[in-house]
């Protein structure tokens, strides 16, 4: 393992839609960043960008910071 972050998130945010597709924005709150050679703590203020397609297709795009 090189590193896993475990992120606290608020409830998702509905922010539109469109053809067949659903956008949402999940807040991230924290959390822990832990690994063998890295350690640390997720910082408030980042999030998940999400868009639902018809299906079982997902994108994520999370964007945070951590020190």
Same mark, same amino acid.
């Given at each position: 393992?090189?590193f896993? %972050?475990?992120?606290? #998130? $608020?409830?998702?945010? +509905? #922010?539109? +839609?469109? $053809? ?7 807040? %991230?709150?924290?959390?822990? #960043? ?7 703590t #997720? ?9 639902? +397609? ?10 945070? $910071?951590?020190?």
């Amino acid at each position: 393992m090189t590193f896993e %972050i475990r992120a606290a #998130v $608020a409830p998702s945010l +509905h #922010v539109g +839609h469109g $053809a067949g597709e659903r956008t949402e924005f999940t807040p %991230i709150t924290g959390g822990t #960043v832990r690994g063998p050679r890295l350690n640390g703590t #997720v910082l408030p203020g980042g999030g998940d960008w999400s868009s639902t +397609h018809e299906g079982p297709t997902r994108r994520a795009t999370p964007n945070g $910071a951590s020190r």
